[in-house]
């Protein structure tokens, strides 16, 4: 099924990740989370959580609000396979695939570390 641009817009207006999963298709060298590792999320009402594990992370949560658009603001930590516990900020813009598929846009930021810097794409499986 393929969608036009407008039903793409009313996607975006109804937003809402609960019960999806995702898998990073890209990300900074400075990430993490690789092709390996798989997001959970769960929404309610603006709410968004979600748990996450695979590849170099041994386990993660994240928490985080969405707004009208989808877009979401959240903050995550987690213990990685060197056992350390990392955490940081991420902002998160969707994109609607053809498809009907939420591909997320991501900005972040450690907030332990390094606090460096990085972008990665997550996409729904």
Not at 74 to 96: A, D, W
Request: net charge negative; glycine share 10%; hydrophobic share 30%.
């Amino acid at each position: 099924m393929e969608f036009n641009d407008n039903d793409l817009r009313l996607l975006r207006q109804l937003m809402n990740y609960n019960k999806k999963t995702f898998r990073p298709i890209q990300n900074s060298e400075n990430g993490e989370t690789t092709a390996e590792t798989v997001f959970e999320y769960r929404q309610e009402g603006k709410i968004l959580t979600a748990e996450y594990c695979g590849g170099q992370i041994k386990k993660g949560h994240l928490i985080g609000l969405v707004d009208e658009s989808g877009n979401i603001e959240m903050r995550y930590h987690q213990v990685n396979e060197k056992g350390e516990l990392m955490t940081g900020i991420c902002f998160s813009k969707p994109e609607i695939l053809s498809s009907g598929k939420i591909r997320l846009h991501e900005t972040w930021e450690w907030t332990s570390g390094d606090k460096s810097k990085g972008k990665s794409i997550i996409e729904e499986i």
